[in-house]
């Protein structure tokens, strides 16, 4: 007899964050340098559970009923948002929840739990999906600005061609509800765009104070223009800079000294630029500096505006790439 109490959660424990945590902890071994002592502090655990860790073999078959391949991208994203220290601690514990809560919508995880209790397969159980797909409690706004993300999310996925632009740090696209404050007011992609089997995706849902960075940024801008809401981050190379030369984008390049390595000049430089340009400026460029990336960070007033752009850049980039 099968009683109520057996959650999905259960799978999440018990399945699902062994396996990441191994897939994480030899990310950051393998690909980052960390040492068995700096990873167990990274992930809350002890020295031997990282030891034991880096030791067991990983395939398709011990990692059922997930897809290691996805599983793979999440831990490399994690590894590097670890690695450039911009996950908090509870950034890591908002991502793990995150990605349970789409494995339990229908996903990975509601499937196993439908195949361990026959019962909910025979009910059709969707309480997941209930719990978490509700809209009901966030204002017009905010639902707009989701509903927009989504759809410009959906505009860069479905262009083959944003891989050439895509930087090592990977890209985000976010939006500011109007009027915004803080960073819980603008909402991204967790986990950001990822690449895989040769193509840029979100691995989940538009949320709102999902991003840091580049929300820090947008509502940076927002203090001389509120009208620009909207962000994303590529990276930034010759063809990239041609692209945008081409298109009569206006771009303010930021050259760093070497005692500059901070995001805050990056925002200082930003928001000074969008003041001289009049309150306005398409693309802002941080040509990088020893350990941070060049990346180009592009403006617009909305998410589908400003994927309509990105969409644009990205195909101007691979026709000129496959020109020469």
Not at 91 to 117: F, Y
Not at 283 to 310: H, M, Q, S, T
Request: aromatic residues 6%; contains cysteine.
């Amino acid at each position: 007899m099968v009683t109520d109490l057996n959650p999905p959660c259960e799978l999440t424990v018990r399945e699902l964050l062994p396996v990441l945590r191994t897939l994480i902890a030899k990310e950051l071994a393998e690909n980052h340098g960390y040492t068995q002592t700096k990873i167990a502090k990274k992930l809350g655990v002890t020295q031997a559970a990282v030891s034991g860790y880096l030791t067991q073999e990983v395939t398709d078959a011990t990692v059922k009923p997930f897809d290691i391949k996805e599983l793979s991208e999440i831990a490399k994203n994690f590894a590097s948002e670890i690695t450039m220290k911009r996950f908090t601690h509870s950034d890591m514990i908002n991502n793990i929840c995150e990605i349970c809560l789409n494995l339990r919508r229908g996903g990975s995880i509601c499937h196993a739990h439908r195949l361990k209790i026959q019962e909910l397969e025979d009910e059709k159980c969707s309480i997941c999906m209930q719990l978490h797909m509700s809209l009901t409690d966030i204002s017009d706004m905010r639902r707009g600005t989701l509903s927009d993300l989504t759809v410009a999310v959906s505009m860069i996925e479905n262009t083959p061609e944003f891989v050439e632009l895509e930087p090592q740090v990977l890209s985000n696209l976010v939006m500011a509800i109007k009027n915004a404050k803080g960073v819980a007011d603008v909402a991204g992609i967790p986990g950001r765009l990822v690449k895989i089997r040769g193509k840029v995706m979100s691995l989940m849902d538009p949320e709102f104070g999902v991003s840091s960075h580049l929300a820090k940024l947008v509502l940076r801008i927002m203090n001389v223009n509120p009208e620009a809401r909207s962000a994303i981050n590529t990276a930034y190379n010759e063809k990239v800079a041609d692209a945008i030369k081409r298109m009569g984008f206006s771009c303010a390049v930021f050259e760093r000294t070497p005692a500059q390595k901070g995001e805050e000049e990056l925002f200082d430089f930003a928001e000074k630029a969008f003041r001289e340009g009049g309150g306005w400026v398409d693309v802002v460029v941080d040509a990088g500096g020893i350990g941070i990336e060049p990346n180009a960070y592009f403006f617009e007033k909305n998410a589908l505006r400003l994927a309509d752009r990105i969409v644009r850049v990205a195909r101007l980039v691979s026709a000129r790439k496959n020109q020469k």
